[in-house]
């Protein structure tokens, strides 16, 4: 993917030297991260002349500088500017269908941090939380979609930012409330709301990698890195790798070819109201 060093942190909340004690509260508890969570499926932060190696902390000015790796550096200048280039399409692209975006945060920690929605660990994969609005990110979650999940490439992990933000628009546009309280009157399809939710969200994920086509910011191999992620991170594959069996009934996210679908859906429209997920729902 072609892209830029240097984009705005205006939106970045960099909490990767601040401890569980520091900064957010409980919220609602941790038991909403689990109802909510997307697993797999969430300027330059440096001071001007600084150490390349140190990155300036923005949340709430109470934490000092974050040592990085040249490593972490480089991926939390992609990350930067992959939330900043997903953001712009849909500050664009939802007033075309009546509604206004207004930005999300991403959260970067490390192992864990406190949301509004409980709190979250690294284990659990990036997220994103509706009560504050934040998608929440632990930069080593790249490693595991890499080793553990064979996701390789720029692409695929900008699939997960996108992803993410997906949860984002469909929480401006009420979608996850709806979701919500359609779980808790039919209890017994609360999982397949759960997949359509993240099917949507792929596929708004899709409407996103449509315009970087259209901008020219793709290279070679970037859509096979972004259905490659999508496909390794299926309800299938993971079952099967962890447990050695598939229970199509536990699925919360999707197949792998159902979240392939409507990945490539999103992203050959470029119309977030090809993403109805839900229709035909009950």
């Known amino acids: 993917m072609r892209w830029t060093r240097g984009s705005s942190n205006a939106n970045i909340e960099d909490r990767r030297g601040r401890g569980m004690g520091i900064g957010g509260g409980m919220g609602v508890g941790g038991g909403i991260i689990g109802l909510i969570l997307a697993l797999i499926f969430g300027g330059d932060i440096l ?19 974050v040592s990085e790796s040249a490593g972490e550096a480089e991926r939390r200048e992609f990350v930067t500017f992959v939330l900043n280039d997903v953001q712009d399409v849909w500050r664009t692209t939802l007033p075309k269908y009546g509604d206004q975006y207004r930005d999300a945060k991403l959260v970067l ?19 994103y939380c509706p009560l504050d609005e934040r998608a929440y990110l632990d930069l080593s979650f790249f490693d595991e979609l890499h080793q553990k999940f064979g996701a390789n490439g720029d692409f695929a992990q900008a699939y997960v930012i996108a992803h993410e933000l997906g949860h984002h628009v469909q929480h401006i546009l009420g979608v996850d409330n709806r979701v ?3 779980q808790q009157s039919r209890p017994s399809e609360a ?57 199509p009934e ?19 429209s470029g119309n977030p109201e090809s993403c109805d997920s839900f229709a035909g729902a009950k």
């Open 47 to 65: 001071g001007g002349g600084g150490d390349p190696g140190v990155a300036t902390n923005t949340a709430g000015g109470d934490v000092g500088p």
């Open 109 to 127: 920690f490390r192992d864990a941090t406190r949301s509004a929605c409980g709190v979250g660990q690294a284990g659990m994969g990036p997220f």
């Open 180 to 182: 919500r309280q359609m």
């Open 191 to 247: 999982n397949e709301y759960s997949v359509r939710l993240e099917l949507q969200a792929d596929c708004f994920a899709g409407v996103w990698a449509n315009s970087t086509s259209q901008r020219r910011l793709l290279q070679e191999g970037d859509v096979e890195e972004a259905l490659n992620a999508a496909s390794a991170i299926g309800d299938d594959r993971i079952q099967k790798q962890t447990q050695g069996s598939v229970n």
């Open 250 to 268: 536990s699925f919360t996210h999707g197949s792998s070819a159902q979240r392939v679908t409507w990945f490539r859906r999103g992203m050959e």
